[in-house]
T-cell receptor, first 115, second 112 residues
Framework: EDQVTQSPEALRLQEGESSSLNCSYT??????LFWYRQDPGKGPEFLFT???AGEEKEKERLKATLTKKESFLHITAPKPEDSATYLCAVQVSMNYGGSQGNLIFGKGTKLSVKP | EAQVTQNPRYLITVTGKKLTVTCSQN?????MSWYRQDPGLGLRQIYY???????DKGDVPEGYKVSRKEKRNFPLILESPSPNQTSLYFC???????????FGPGTRLTVL
């Protein structure tokens, strides 16, 4: 069964304390991996798409990386405004029975950054 | 402004009373999708549509219907709502080329 697991469930950091969030996946064939940010009471907001192992993408204090089994979202010198829930999702390759339209989300990591 | 809109934003109803949640996007996206979000379960896909008149089941389609008669609209229909459909619902859209999904603001549904 295709599965996405995010860890930790919750993470509390001090402002400036860098850390990483993990997204591990077990799918028969990966077409793409997505990271989203979700603020309380709002819809998820797109951050990154990664397609192949070794790929990296950056945006401000965030950097996403991908291996064959997992993805990391690295947060460098976080600020209180980075506090949110970060969601990971995978799209299974159509060559392995997946559909371009079907996304499988992890349960998210709730990040709190204290000043 | 590029956006996905959902209506209503909040709805309290009773078991068995048919309801429709509307979703509309102004970005000319081919792909649209419905999700529900529940504590401890995360976001789960209900239905999605790759284009007009093309819809497919996601992971939790039971008890829901959708239609895609126009490119911009993708309504979610609950013909006979039950309390286990109490949830936060999100609509999303994207172009098929870029896969970046834009989410609506959410509809909080309570079924008594």
């Amino acid at each position: 069964e295709d599965q996405v697991t995010q860890s930790p469930e919750a993470l509390r950091l001090q402002e400036g304390e860098s850390s990483s969030l993990n997204c591990s996946y077990t799918v028969s064939g990966l077409r793409g991996l997505f990271w989203y940010r979700q603020d309380p009471g709002k819809g998820p907001e797109f951050l990154f798409t990664l397609y192949s192992a070794g790929e990296e993408k950056e945006k401000e204090r965030l950097k996403a990386t991908l291996t064959k089994k997992e993805s990391f979202l690295h947060i460098t010198a976080p600020k209180p405004e980075d506090s949110a829930t970060y969601l990971c999702a995978v799209q299974v390759s159509m060559n392995y029975g997946g559909s371009q339209g079907n996304l499988i989300f992890g349960k998210g990591t709730k990040l709190s950054v204290k000043p | 402004e590029a956006q996905v809109t959902q209506n209503p934003r909040y709805l309290i109803t009773v078991t068995g009373k048919k309801l429709t949640v509307t979703c509309s996007q102004n970005m000319n996206h081919e792909y649209m999708s419905w999700y529900r979000q529940d504590p401890g379960l995360g976001l789960r896909q209900i239905y999605y549509s790759m284009n007009v008149e093309v819809t497919d089941k996601g992971d939790v389609p039971e008890g829901y219907k959708v239609s895609r008669k126009e490119k911009r609209n993708f309504p979610l229909i609950l013909e006979s709502p039950s309390p286990n459909q109490t949830s936060l619902y999100f609509c999303a859209s994207s172009s098929l080329s870029y896969n970046e999904q834009f989410f609506g603001p959410g509809t909080r549904l309570t079924v008594l």
